[in-house]
């Protein structure tokens, strides 16, 4: 089971760590990705981590995955948060393979989202 934490309100230019904590299993052999859905809009993927890092393209340079193994979570520190980030932010865990992270499809295991608003 995986539970993603850490979203709220923040206003333009702020900052939010998601955290995403499995329970009742390890994250070591997954690879875990972060997608996000805004209202009205396809759920649309912004990065995922395995042994390396992956970002979509909107959001790098301002995202940060972190893995930790031992606890089993995987953080994204997201700064200069623009209101175009605004949505439920999810994290899946699979084995996609290199080059398909991005495929939503391939993840096995997904939580219920929290939800990120970036406004005034």
């Known amino acids: 089971r995986l539970v993603e934490s850490g979203g709220g309100l923040v206003q333009p230019g702020g900052s939010l760590t998601l955290t995403c904590a499995a329970f009742?299993?390890?994250?070591?052999?997954?690879?875990i990705a972060w997608f996000r859905q805004a209202p009205g809009k396809e759920r649309e993927y912004v990065a995922a981590?395995?042994?390396?890092?992956f970002y979509a393209d909107s959001i790098k340079g301002r995202f940060t995955l972190a893995r930790d193994d031992a606890q089993d979570t995987v953080t994204l520190q997201m700064v200069s948060l623009k209101p175009e980030d605004t949505g439920d932010y999810y994290c899946?865990?699979?084995?996609?393979?290199?080059?398909?992270?991005?495929?939503?499809?391939?993840?096995?295991?997904w939580g219920q989202g929290t939800q990120v608003t970036v406004s005034w």
């Open positions: 899946a865990a699979g084995r996609p393979p290199f080059g398909s992270e991005n495929a939503a499809e391939l993840y096995d295991y």
């Open positions: 009742g299993g390890s994250i070591g052999p997954y690879k």
């Open positions: 981590v395995g042994f390396s890092k």
